[in-house]
């Protein structure tokens, strides 16, 4: 373990990341960007539940498998993100056609 | 020292990095900026010497990475079109309350002084090592947990499957 660096500047820095979190929260109105702002947030979270860990507890291991629950719960949000994403694709896909000339509405 | 020297430049990238990736409209920078940020953090857990997460965070970057690159469909440059201009009072609202929370989080943490870990040098038997590791992940609850977790990401990745199979049909009927 490094000591010369303290533990507020890992904390500071998770800080300003679940506040940018926060502001995207508030701001964006599209899904994606919503989740993007989630995973903001956990990725916040993980890095505080693995500093605290590696600072005050060393010789336990509850933090780090906190974290690695959180970067599961991460790669869930990603799949979301990603069906969002195709669903957006097919729907841009169907307005191209509609627009087609000739082609029938229905 | 090379901590030290690396540390900072890894808090500022995740800092500039995690800014941009709320404010920019396009989705494809937005992901190409998360990306940047999870290799940021990966950086960040190699500085505590947890080489299990900082491991698993350059996998989902470079993941990533290979479904823009290898799926140039994707890309999508324009904004969405529900992402209009924002009035300015929602984005005062938003700028105060992150500033807020931000604010009285830096001084809770300036006030409680916690003490770094002090313990004896060169320990090389540390927690977020490959050797403790998997006895962790095994012992008490934290296995069941993390299957749940798994379980239910398979369960989103087979709706999707399901949902374009059907979407398929119904353009087939159609």
């Known amino acids: 373990m490094n000591t010369d660096i303290h533990l ?5 820095t998770a800080v300003v990341m679940f506040s940018a979190g926060i502001y995207g929260l ?3 109105k599209s899904r994606i960007s919503v989740t993007v702002s989630l995973a903001l947030m956990l990725n916040s979270v993980i890095i505080n ?3 605290f860990n590696s600072y005050l507890f060393f010789h336990k291991t509850e933090g780090l498998m906190v974290a690695l629950m959180l970067i599961a719960v991460m790669i869930c949000e990603a799949a979301v993100a990603i069906v969002l994403f195709m669903k957006i694709r097919t729907k841009e896909e169907q307005a191209k056609e509609e627009k087609k000339p000739g082609t029938k509405k229905l | 020292m090379t901590a030290q020297i690396l540390f900072p430049i890894f808090c500022s990238v995740i800092i500039v990095v995690s800014v941009l990736a709320v404010t920019t409209r396009s989705v494809t920078m937005s992901a190409v900026y998360t990306s940047i940020l999870l290799a940021g953090t990966s950086g960040i857990f190699f500085s505590l010497r947890l080489f299990s997460l900082a491991a698993i965070n350059l996998v989902l970057c ?7 690159v290898r799926k140039p469909e994707w890309r999508i440059k324009t904004p969405l079109p529900e992402e209009k201009r924002q009035t300015w009072l929602r984005q005062a609202i938003a700028i105060i309350a ?3 929370f931000a604010a009285v989080t830096i001084i809770t943490i300036v006030r409680f002084r916690f003490a770094p870990y002090s313990g004896p040098a060169g320990d090389t038997n540390l927690p977020g090592g490959f050797d403790n590791f998997i ?5 008490g609850w934290l296995l069941p947990l993390l299957m749940i977790s798994f379980i239910i990401m398979t369960a989103i990745i087979l709706i999707k499957a399901v949902s374009r199979d059907r979407e398929t ?5 159609n």
Do not use: D, Q
């Open chain 1, 8 to 12: 507020e500047y890992y904390l500071i």
């Open chain 2, 98 to 100: 992150a500033a807020a």
């Open chain 1, 26 to 28: 508030i701001i964006r």
């Open chain 2, 169 to 173: 049909l119904e353009k087939k009927k």
């Open chain 2, 62 to 68: 470079a993941g990533i990475v290979i479904l823009l």
């Open chain 1, 49 to 51: 539940f693995a500093a």
């Open chain 2, 135 to 139: 006895p962790s992940l095994t012992n």
